[in-house]
């Protein structure tokens, strides 16, 4: 009787863990502000990738293997949609990972992770925010020197990221991007948006003010001109009986 060959069983790597995206309204914002900023800047550069909240898979075989940053980049990889990142299949692991941090996760954002980013997929830069203020410190960044994670040091209140060529700050009580090249925060998309319209109010509300002005020129020079004349007439009409 001969031997069926069977073929190897077909390993699959699930495109969400079942987690949801983040603990609070707060969280979810501040993580979907981030990929927005970082996705505008770099919208450019076509082998910068930036995500978030997407499965990555580090050990090709093992599917447990896996771990979801709240926000990532990556540079030296094609910009495109992806279901799931597999380390094996792309040119680089993640350069840059910041983690919105809660009491719940905070352990395992300082431990677990930590020791991951660092001697298993080698994040050059790792950052820590809890948005709530519940945690100590709050605010934590970490660069990658020599295989093992060291401070960043605070300047002008900001974490300066190497990687990025930004700087990491509160701005208005949200951690936002700052752009040290221009003096200039980053805005999220609905911060840009408001400064938009904001901006249209008050050219629309200039311009009503200069229309205005014009207007009440005109009804001066109008009332100049009639008052003008009326006195000119009443000159001649004296004139007038003078002569007669």
Known sequence: MQNKIQSAPTIIYPESDGKPMAETDVHRKLMMDFIQMLEDHFQYENDVYVSGNLLMYYQEGDPRKSISPDVFVVFGVKKKLRNTFLTWEEANTPDFVLEVASPSTYRHDIGRKKELY???????????????????????????????????????????????GLELGECEGKLRLYNPNIGQWMQSLQEEVRTVRERAEEEANARKSAEELAEKEANARKSAEAELAKALAEIERLQSESTD
């Open 118 to 164: 660092a001697t298993v997929l080698g994040v050059k830069e790792y950052y820590i925010y809890d948005p709530l203020g519940q945690v100590v410190p709050s605010f934590s960044g970490y660069r990658l020197i020599d295989g093992e994670y060291q401070d960043i040091e605070l300047v002008d209140d900001r974490l300066p990221s190497v990687v990025l």
